[in-house]
């Protein structure tokens, strides 16, 4: 993570509007801002920004926060991401500390082994002896299809031998 500094700069050099307004249809209402919200769906503007506090609160769906946090939002990136990316806009150059430079490299490391790991079991199983399509609704037998009634007793009536009465209840059909 940067220095509380860093954040404080790029807090600072970052102009709230001009960021929300890359992403919807900001106008000026008084003393904030007025823009169509970009998390949910409508066509009147009810987000509030405040480019002097350098916050936004839409009235419509509750979100609110900062430029981090509407970067993370729009964007899909944690924190770090986001300060890295409005840094780099900025023009401002992050402090980095040498362990956590040290941890980013083995956390890419292992994300990169990750994925390969997926390519290589993905690989395998497309190509197996007993790979092949995956059967429809309509090639399972009757009893098996998802939604039909079990016609077998499920063990959670009064009579029940079953340890946990009604754990059984959630199967919707023979096994």
């Known amino acids: 993570m ?7 700069r790029v807090r600072e050099a970052t102009d709230l509007v001009e960021l929300i307004s890359e992403v919807t249809t900001v106008k ?4 904030s801002f007025m823009a169509v919200c970009p998390f949910h769906e409508e ?3 009810s987000m509030s920004v405040d480019r002097a506090r350098g916050l936004y609160h839409c009235f419509g769906c509750g979100k609110s926060g900062d430029v981090f946090t509407f970067v993370s939002e729009t964007q ?5 991401d986001a300060l890295e990316l409005l840094a780099r806009k900025t023009g401002i150059t992050l402090t980095q500390d040498p362990a956590e430079a ?11 082994a990750i994925r390969r ?3 290589v079991y993905n690989q395998r199983l497309r190509s197996a002896g007993e790979a092949g399509p995956a059967p429809t609704i309509g ?3 009757a009893r098996r299809r998802p939604g039909t009634a079990c016609s077998r007793p499920t063990g959670s009536g009064a009579g029940s031998t079953s340890r946990f009465p009604g754990a ?3 199967r919707r059909c023979c096994w």
Request: no cysteine.
């Open 2 to 8: 940067a220095d509380r500094s860093d954040i404080d």
């Open 28 to 31: 000026r209402s008084g003393r």
């Open 43 to 45: 066509k009147t503007p």
């Open 76 to 80: 899909g990136v944690e924190f770090g």
């Open 102 to 112: 040290r941890n980013r490299g083995r956390r890419g490391a292992a994300i990169d």
């Open 117 to 119: 790991a997926i390519e």
């Open 139 to 141: 090639s399972l037998p």
């Open 168 to 170: 059984s209840r959630v």
